[in-house]
């Protein structure tokens, strides 16, 4: 079967740090980018990050920037978003999804991947 599954959420307090994962079953990730997103309750889906399939192209929200980091090892079948000086408004859920290249802006309509994992709740609150 083919699957993202995320893990690695929590609740943290302002200022802390998660690194959330993102492993692939089913698939190689080796062929396709990789896009981290967030969704808020009330609020649409936002594209958080995103990697080339090589890991040597990422890209950022504005409002991510400086704070995250995207990373992968395809040994593994896994990406990686190292979340720093994390926020309340950070929380959300996180999901991940592949598709075959990184586009600008990392649109989050969920037609234009492949494939989506369920997501991990992230909740920054002291």
């Known amino acids: 079967q083919v699957q993202l599954v995320e893990s690695g959420g929590g609740l943290v307090q302002p200022g802390g740090s998660l690194r959330l994962s993102c492993a692939a079953s089913g698939f190689t990730l080796d062929y396709y980018a990789i896009g981290w997103f967030r969704q808020a309750p009330g609020k649409e889906r936002e594209g958080v990050s995103c990697?080339?399939?090589?890991?040597?192209?990422?890209n950022y929200a504005d409002s991510v920037k400086g704070r995250f980091t995207i990373s992968r090892d395809n040994a593994k079948n896994t990406v990686y978003l190292q979340m720093n000086s994390l926020k309340p408004e950070d929380t959300a859920v996180y999901l991940c999804?592949?598709?075959?290249?990184?586009?600008?802006?990392?649109?989050?309509?969920?037609?234009?991947?492949?494939?989506w994992g369920q997501g991990t709740q992230v909740t920054v609150s002291s």
């Open positions: 999804a592949a598709r075959e290249a990184c586009v600008a802006g990392i649109p989050a309509d969920e037609y234009e991947y492949d494939v």
């Open positions: 990697i080339s399939s090589s890991g040597g192209s990422t």
